[in-house]
């Protein structure tokens, strides 16, 4: 069934729905695709194969009764390992985690997704407890780019980026604190969206940081990522930051593109002369959608840095019993973070939360002239495994805290953003976009996406995987 | 604000570590140290932000619930 190789969400759910193809082949299909690529990726930390036969097998039989099952029926997916999973720990990446007992339920954003026809595949890799923009992880193994497995996919929802953009699903979950499905994103080629802090209840995930954590979809397309995304909304009392909003329709919106969005290019910090791969894809971005204008976000330098201070300072908290008596569990590369951050003062924290507030009433004001701001996703494209050192502004600096620093800013605002793939031709690897827009415009966001992917900036297949079943 | 040269990470985790009740082996100070450091450095940026000087600090948002 070679016809399904990178095929989108949309068009396994109209298969399915008219009878061309049924849930089953497309989970043999699958399950036979991750079969042969996950060694090489390591995305998936478990595949869930007879689950999702028996969900599959559910389908059918209501496609044979004459009912509909969703608008996604039949289609593929896979959660970040930090989701809640029926009868599976919730490693969240870590070694500690494994000893937990079994979720007893799915969660929330799990069951919305099935509840639209969608089967769960399995759990995907991750960076430990979040704390990652790389995809490297020493308790489960680096999770490998598609468009090369010697550079990083990218993190810390390393498997969603990686297993999105190899093929081995559509559509994933992902989550995002000041970054973490948007660089994945912008690594391996495909779109990603970051919601409106509180759009998406988060129900059922495993916490890093109450003030930032978002969730949300990962997909090789605008309109499976608006597909998604419409399954996923709806308020919930089961987060207290979740608010009570009704959802917006993006699939309906999708088809409007760009016109009478005002759209400007972001500056100042967002500037990219010290940055020639995510000048370029900005660029190629900007000449796309006609977009001459620029506007800075002022504020942005200190509400990245809040971002930075609120992570830092809550993420250590939550798990400052577990540094306190098994310190040596946890990856290096985390723990030295972790601890650093539960002794940080608490009026760095208050002062952070304070800025956060004050950086976003400055970008609302920046709202009243501008629909959609344009930015970098990622600095450079995906560095290879083991990199330490990325060049900011001249400046030798940590990689790992680093690589978000295009969109951990908008993690403060709480902003929607959906990251946009484009090639970069000189390295031959992908480099994504950001589209960011007002709070609760997740739409606009999208409808530009949808405006570029007709324009060729779309997900591609990675040329070494694209001839591999 | 915090100053550059006012904040020794070092000195900084040999006080807090036993306040924190974290054991914190010798091996892995030097990575402590540089996270401590770059936080040290976001800080000033935080503290530095020009917010009106008369305005109060937020709080988080609390919500007393019915029973």
């Known amino acids: 069934m070679t016809a399904l190789d990178f095929s989108s969400a949309g068009t396994i759910a109209e298969g399915v729905n008219s009878g061309r193809f049924s849930a089953a082949e497309v989970v043999d299909f699958f399950l036979a695709r991750i079969d042969a690529q996950n060694p090489a990726l390591n995305a998936f930390t478990r595949v869930l194969a007879e689950r999702a036969k028996a969900r599959a097998a559910q389908l059918d039989a209501a496609l044979t009764r004459g009912e509909k099952p969703g608008p996604l029926a039949g289609v593929p997916f896979a959660v970040k390992n930090l989701f809640d999973i029926r009868g599976l720990t919730t490693l969240a990446g870590s070694a500690i985690n494994a000893d937990n007992p079994p979720a007893g339920e799915d969660a929330l954003l799990i069951r919305r997704l099935e509840a639209k026809g969608a089967i769960l595949l399995g759990a995907l890799a991750m960076g430990e407890y979040a704390y990652d923009f790389t995809g490297e992880n020493c308790h489960y193994g680096n999770c490998a780019n598609p468009w090369n497995i010697t550079h990083m996919s990218g993190g810390s929802s390393s498997g969603s980026g990686s297993a999105v953009g190899g093929g081995l699903v559509p559509l994933a979950l992902g989550s995002d604190t000041n970054g973490s499905i948007r660089v994945p994103a912008s690594f391996c080629g495909i779109f990603g969206l970051k919601p409106t802090y509180g759009r998406l209840p988060r129900t059922g995930s495993y916490p890093f940081c109450d003030s930032l954590d978002h969730l949300g979809p990962m997909a090789r397309s605008s309109r499976d990522l608006a597909l998604g995304f419409d399954a996923l909304q709806g308020y919930s009392g089961s987060d207290h930051t979740c608010a009570d909003r009704p959802p917006v329709d993006t699939m309906a919106e999708l088809e409007k593109g760009a016109n009478g969005l005002r759209i400007a290019r972001a500056g100042g910090y967002f500037s990219l002369e010290d940055f020639p791969q995510a000048q370029r894809a900005v660029d190629k971005v900007c000449r796309a959608l006609d977009c001459a204008a620029e506007v800075e976000l002022p504020g942005t330098l200190e509400g990245r840095s809040a971002a930075y201070l609120i992570t830092n300072v809550e993420g250590s908290r939550l798990h400052l019993p577990r540094l306190q008596t098994r310190p040596q569990d946890f990856d290096p590369d985390t723990r030295d973070r972790f601890i650093a951050g539960a002794l940080l003062p608490a009026a760095w924290y208050a002062r952070a939360q304070q800025v956060r507030h004050w950086y976003a009433e400055k970008v609302r004001e920046v709202f009243a002239d501008v629909d959609v701001i344009i930015a970098a996703a990622t600095p450079c494209v995906a560095p290879p495994m083991g990199e330490k050192i990325l060049n900011i502004r001249g400046e030798a600096q940590m990689l790992r805290p680093n690589l978000g620093y295009f969109t951990q800013p908008f993690s403060a605002l709480g902003l929607p953003s959906c990251v946009v793939p484009t090639l970069d031709e000189d390295s031959g690897l992908p480099i994504g976009v950001q589209v960011i827009a007002p709070p609760w415009r997740e739409d606009w966001c999208l409808r530009v996406a949808r405006h570029l992917e007709q324009r060729g900036f779309a997900a591609l297949s990675p040329p070494s995987m694209a001839d591999k079943q | ?67």
């Open chain 2, 1 to 67: 604000m915090v100053e550059k040269n006012s904040f020794d990470p070092q000195a900084y985790l040999e006080l807090m570590q036993t306040v924190a009740g974290i054991p914190i082996r010798d091996e892995w100070k030097t990575g402590v140290e540089q996270h401590l450091a770059n936080a040290a450095k976001m800080a000033g940026i935080v503290d530095a932000a020009e917010l009106d000087p008369h305005t109060i600090d937020l709080a988080g948002v609390f919500e007393a619930k019915s029973p």
